[in-house]
C-alpha cells in the first residue's frame, strides 16, 4: 500500500482552510447546523420522505412540495457530500425553504457510502435516482430539472451526466447543474486518508474522475443546460484549480459554463447559509432557476 502523502492530504482536507473554527470544529458545526434546519423544514413544509429508488438501505429521497405546488414546477435535486463515506440525506435538505417558496419542488437524494459500497457503486445508485426523477418530470409536464451537488455530492452529479455508459433517458429534461465546491479529479486522493477510506484505487480515480470526461458531458446534456461551477474563496487552493481546470475543459467541448466565487465564505459555510433567502448563492439559485426557459 502506498504511503500517504502528507501534502495532498493538508490540500484536500476542507476543514483545514476555515477560518471561522478548528478543523474539527467547523465539521462538528456544519452537520450540527444542516440537521437543525433539515429537521425543522420537515415540520414546516409538505413533504413526502423516505421514498425508495433502489434495493439498498440508503436509496431513499425526500421530496418538498410534491402535491402544492403546479406539476409544470421546476425540479430541484441535491446531493449532499462528506467525501462518500459520510453525510446523509435526513439531513440534507438545509436549502429547501427558499425554493420551495419561490415555486420549486425539491429533492434530496441519498445513496450508500463507502467502505461499504465502492464509487462506482455509488454512481450507479446517483443514475437511477436521476433516471427516477426524470421520468416523475416527464410525467407531471415538469418545465426542467436542475441538479446539484456539495463536494463529493458534485463529483456525484457531475460525473453521472458524463458516463459513457447506462445512458440516462429524458437526460435533456436537465436544465442546470450547480455544482458546488466539488473535486473533478480523484486521482491526487489516491495517496491519501480520505482515498483509503472511500477505497479510491488508482483505475477507479481514472474511471470516476469527470474532468477527463468533458466531452462525453457535451455530448450527454441539452444544449440548453447551463452549468454552473462554484467555489468559496476560502475553499482549499486544489479544489479552485480544479474548478478552474474543468471549466476550461467544458469550455473548450462547447458546453455553456459558468464559474464563480462566492466571497467571505469556506467549503461548508456556502451550504449552511442555503437557508437564507437573502445570501447571495441562494438568491442566485432562484434566479437560475426560476427564470430559465422551459
Known sequence: ???????????????????????????????????????????QIDCKLDICYGRRPREKMDIFGLQNLPTEAPIFVFLHGGYWVSGSREDSSVYVSPLHHCGVICITVGYNLAPEVTIDVILDEIRNAVTFILWLAAVRGSKGVYLCGHSAGAHLVATCVSSTINAIPNLHMVKGLFLL???????????????????????????????????????????????????????????????????????????SVEYQMIPENDHFSIVERLNDPNFSLTKELIRRVILAKP
Open 181 to 255: 465546491s466539488g473535486i473533478y479529479d480523484l486521482r491526487p486522493l489516491v495517496k491519501t486518508t480520505i482515498g483509503r477510506e472511500a477505497l479510491i484505487s488508482s483505475n477507479l480515480a481514472v474511471e470516476n474522475s469527470p474532468i477527463l470526461f468533458v466531452k462525453q458531458m457535451a455530448q450527454n446534456l441539452d444544449i440548453c443546460c447551463q452549468v454552473f461551477v462554484i467555489v468559496a474563496d476560502n475553499d482549499p487552493p486544489s479544489f479552485k484549480l480544479q474548478a478552474e481546470q474543468y471549466v476550461k475543459g467544458l469550455q473548450s467541448n462547447g458546453v
Open 1 to 43: 500500500m502506498d504511503e500517504i502523502d502528507t501534502e495532498l492530504e493538508h490540500q484536500y482536507s476542507p476543514s483545514r482552510w476555515s477560518n471561522r473554527f478548528t478543523p474539527d470544529d467547523v465539521i462538528k458545526h456544519f452537520f450540527t447546523c444542516i440537521a437543525k434546519e433539515s429537521g425543522k423544514v420537515k415540520k
